[in-house]
């Protein structure tokens, strides 16, 4: 099992391109989330998807928008990027509650 | 909504010290928590969690948390640290019945050889 992949690895933006970072995960999870990483202040939810179909937003939603494409994959969009959104995101799955299982990140920087 | 405070920034200690990370959350209800390790380089990975039960939980590499639940409280113990041990440690707070988790600010911990 690959557990939670996400694409790109990296990326370098202006101010004002759009990007989408693809998540996807294998452990048949209802649950998925996209978290920010920014120094001192550990990870902020961005969006959850509690199941197929849903999705709602979380502490800090503005300037980005979400699809759950189907049970496996949630994609995060970036539609007109911003300096402030640069920051290491890591997408997750879980069941309600529990222990969630983080993919290896994507660091973005937006000049 | 629940909150989760982490009271120390950066910690450091010298190999076989003891180690000691609070965590402290804000919320009345039934909570699941979680302290997860991120290695340089790496993403999170669990720790140990607590649901219920015995409030003293273990977890990999010799870790252990305790719940006291009259304190909010979750901290983290090792008796002896390893230079391998460096990382950034999270706690983190489900409230049941909730769907999303709340991330402490994190502490780095720095083991001296």
């Known amino acids: 099992n690959a557990g939670v992949t996400q694409t790109p690895k990296f990326q370098v933006l202006k101010t004002g391109q759009s990007m989408t970072l693809q998540c996807a995960q294998d452990?048949?999870?209802?649950?998925m989330y996209w978290y920010r990483q920014d120094p001192g202040m550990g990870l902020r939810l961005i969006y959850y998807?509690?199941?197929?179909?849903?999705?709602d937003k979380g502490e800090v939603p503005n300037g980005y928008n979400v699809s759950r494409l189907n049970k496996r994959e949630f994609s995060l969009r970036l539609e007109s990027a911003a300096p402030s959104q640069t920051s290491v995101y890591f997408c997750?799955?879980?069941?309600?509650?529990?222990?969630?299982?983080f993919g290896p990140g994507t660091r973005l920087t937006v000049l | 909504a629940q909150s989760v405070s982490q009271h120390n920034h950066h910690v450091i200690l010298s190999e076989a010290a003891s180690l000691e990370l609070g965590c402290n959350y804000s919320?009345?209800?039934?909570?699941?928590l979680f302290w997860y390790v991120q290695y340089p380089g790496q993403h999170l990975q669990l720790l140990l969690k607590?649901?219920?039960?015995?409030?003293l939980v273990k977890g990999i590499k010799g870790f252990e948390a305790e719940f006291i639940k009259s304190k909010f409280s979750f901290n983290l113990r090792k008796p002896s640290v390893q230079w391998s041990d460096t990382a950034e440690y999270f706690c983190?707070?489900?409230?049941?019945?909730?769907?999303?988790?709340?991330f402490g600010a994190g502490t780095r911990l720095t083991v001296k050889p």
């Open positions: 997750a799955s879980s069941e309600r509650g529990d222990t969630q299982y």
């Open positions: 452990m048949n999870h209802n649950s």
């Open positions: 998807s509690a199941s197929e179909g849903t999705t």
């Open positions: 919320y009345g209800g039934t909570v699941n």
């Open positions: 607590y649901f219920s039960g015995d409030p």
């Open positions: 983190a707070v489900n409230a049941i019945g909730e769907n999303d988790m709340r």
